[in-house]
């Protein structure tokens, strides 16, 4: 075998000058060969030092000068020893380490060794895989054809078969257990996808598990348990559980409710609704629900109003109808209208099937009423259902509407007052203020003066309940309006001290509309509104204006409640009209009584049947004491009779001449004690305007 020529010339070298270094030391001691050698020892000496303090080539340059500074220790050892027995010994011994060595070709051909003759090379051949020892362990006939499927793939991930398990009452579902083929190596780089092609199945048919080691089997990394399941996963798809739909439909990551665990289902037949409760884990807070994708994965629409999602802590509850609950009809009865001890009483039914109250009075006192829905939206039907709750109850009911009313007056008729027209309206709010200053002093059975409390005995009046339909429309008179408004700002503050409910109705609540933020947060405060049939486009702001935040803002109700009808194909291939759209949303809308509106809808009240039966033979009226003292406020006559001279400021003066001028009716303060006449910043009519310019100029 050749090799390089500096190698070759390297050995000759030290051969050539180990003789010449045992013998130049004792020939001539001082001579100068002997002289030369000692030097360049000393030398190669000072470069060893510089060479150990450098940073790079520390060792090459080591080796490099290893020949001068050993032969240099030789020839010193060589004056001192007698005879040449020992200086021929180490001189042959230096010569031949760096034959062996070569300090100085070796480390010169750091970066390039060229070879004298291409070296020829080996032809390439797949590595050979490393096949695990055949070994009779008495593995039963499954397990031993497992494994030659799986030594057939080429062991995938360098793993073997332990034992293979068949899933009872499968053909192909199986568990292995694998361990790396060589003892003490982590499984590593085996995926579910090599398993996969080796038995022929689906990538999502094979899945990990971790191996605990047991009594008598190691566990850990080097171990892995396969759970292949083609023919569970054929089950599922066809027939799944209960437990498994849920998790593949519902509960999977981008479901409906994504995270949650089903819990158990419950059929009611009776009110023929479907109850399935599940759970999120508590680390995951609120369950998040997506309603629409929610309606999709169970097989109905979400405007048809059959689903309707409850969340109570990390636990929800899905209420699917076999028809809409929104579009039944729950007639009203005198049982349901009745408050019971607390003064709650049945409004209607939410979207899940619970009874929705409303209550007559609150832990503040007298309760207030705010009653919202667009014409045709069931507002009166609701406002006669508080009616008849309060008569019930016993008290003072008393009804102004801005416009006649069949319905409304249909209600007056047991109510202890009723008229209509906002003259009527202002005078009722005027009784209202004139009754908290009166109530405020009338002494109670103990011969103290208390606020109403409907658990405390003695109280010397009735609540009273004044409800006024479309307000709205009474506050933008030209004449009583802004009075109106003012007044009832004043009683939604002070009222429900004095056992005085102010209930308003009207199609709005917006302030733009002439609804005071003021009267919107004190009647919201005290009582438990409900919202009727809103358009979709005035959802947000209409329960803003209630303070209920946006992400508590519900999604529009749909236009008909009933399910469309099959055959639309079959109609336009024959030409034929569609069926006419079913309107059944009167009465549906939303009750708020804390921070989540909730669907509801309202009983039914049948006006055309007659309603004398929801209410109380005896009408309660104020007390003999109460009217006295309205009467000697001349507040309590005929409301319905034109404005009394003075009732709403001074008389024109006719010395003028001018018998024709019209009567003032604002600018005064009215008998109850409370400012009335147009606002300042309020114009709403030339009437007004007129005024307020007299008002300035005392025309």
């Known amino acids: ?94 010569a031949a380490a760096g034959w062996c060595l070569l300090p100085l070709s070796r480390s010169a051909r750091r970066h390039h060794r060229p070879a004298l003759a291409p070296i020829p090379q080996p032809a390439r051949t797949t590595p050979a895989v490393v096949a695990p020892v055949v070994m009779d362990d008495g593995a039963d006939a499954f397990t031993r054809d497992v494994r030659l499927l799986w030594e057939r793939a080429g062991n995938p991930g360098r793993t073997m078969v332990v034992h293979a398990d068949r899933h009872p009452g499968t053909s192909h579902d199986l568990t292995m257990l694998l361990r790396a083929v060589e003892p003490g190596r982590p499984i590593n780089g085996l995926g579910e996808a090599a398993v996969a092609a080796a038995f022929g199945i689906d990538e999502g048919d094979v899945h990990f598990a971790q191996v605990v080691q047991q009594p008598g089997r190691q566990g850990g990394p080097g171990w892995l348990e396969v759970h292949l399941t083609p023919d569970e996963a054929v089950r599922r798809r066809k027939a799944p559980t209960e437990d498994e739909w849920w998790a593949d439909r519902i509960g999977a990551t981008g479901g409906p409710v994504p995270g949650s665990e089903f819990v158990k289902q419950v059929r009611d037949k009776q009110r023929r609704v479907t109850h399935y409760i599940a759970q999120v884990p508590d680390e995951a807070g609120e369950p998040r629900v997506n309603l629409h994708a929610l309606a999709t994965a169970l097989k109905t629409k979400y405007d048809e109003g059959r689903l309707f999602v409850t969340v109570d802590g990390n636990q929800v509850l899905v209420s699917l109808w076999d028809s809409s609950p929104l579009a039944q009809v729950f007639p009203a009865t005198r049982e349901l209208l009745t408050p019971d001890k607390d003064g709650r009483w049945v409004t209607g039914y939410l979207g899940n099937g619970q009874p929705a109250r409303n209550r007559v009075y609150t832990d503040r006192g007298a309760a207030h009423g705010l009653f919202v829905a667009p014409s045709g939206g069931g507002k009166t039907q609701l406002m006669g259902l508080h009616v008849a709750a309060d008569a019930l109850y016993g008290a003072v009911v008393m009804l102004a509407t801005e ?3 069949e319905k409304t007056a249909a209600l007056g008729e047991h109510t202890a007052r009723y008229g209509v027209g906002a003259l009527y309206m202002i005078r009722l709010l005027r009784v209202m203020v004139a009754l908290m200053e009166i109530r405020g002093q009338m002494r109670w059975d103990d011969g103290k003066v208390h606020e109403w409390d409907p658990n405390l005995p003695g109280c010397p009046y009735r609540m009273l309940s004044a409800y006024l339909d479309e307000f709205l429309s009474a506050a933008r008179n030209g004449d009583y309006g802004a009075e109106i408004m003012d007044l009832a700002e004043l009683v939604s503050v002070k009222g429900r001290k004095y056992g005085v409910g102010l209930k308003v109705a009207g199609q709005s609540v917006y302030v733009q509309d002439g609804f005071t933020q003021l009267l919107c947060e004190n009647l919201r405060e005290n009582c438990i509104p409900v919202v009727l049939k809103v358009a979709p486009k005035k959802i947000a702001d209409m329960f803003r204006a209630l303070g209920i935040p946006s992400e508590n803002t519900p999604d529009p109700l749909p236009r008909s409640f009933s399910p469309a009808e099959a055959g639309r194909i079959e109609r336009v291939m024959a030409g034929e009209p569609e069926p006419p759209s079913d309107s059944n949303t009167g009465g549906a809308g939303w009750i708020i009584e804390g921070k989540q509106p909730d669907v509801l809808r309202t009983l039914y009240m049948d006006f055309k049947a007659g309603i004398d039966g929801f209410f109380p033979d005896t009408i309660a009226t104020l007390t003999d004491h109460e009217i006295r003292e309205l009467e000697l406020r001349d507040l309590w006559f005929d409301w319905t009779e034109p404005p009394r001279p003075g009732e709403f400021g001074p008389e024109p003066d006719d010395e003028d001449g001018n018998g024709d001028a019209p009567k003032k009716r604002g600018g005064s303060k009215p008998r109850s004690g409370t400012k009335s006449g147009p606002r300042r910043d309020t114009v709403a009519s030339p009437r007004q305007a007129l005024d307020a310019i007299r008002s300035f100029t005392n025309a």
């Open 1 to 94: 075998m050749s090799v390089p020529r500096s190698v070759a010339l390297e050995r000759i070298a030290y051969t050539l000058t180990a003789p010449v270094l045992a013998a130049a030391p004792n020939l001539s001691p001082d001579g100068l060969v002997s002289t030369s050698v000692l030097l360049a020892g000393a030398a190669g000496v000072g470069g060893a030092i510089l060479a150990v303090q450098s940073r790079e080539g520390t060792g090459r340059k080591l080796v490099r000068l290893s020949p001068v500074v050993f032969g240099a220790a030789i020839d010193a050892a060589a004056m001192y020893t007698t005879g040449w027995g020992w200086d021929a010994a180490l001189a042959a011994a230096w």
């Open 403 to 405: 416009a006649p009313d």
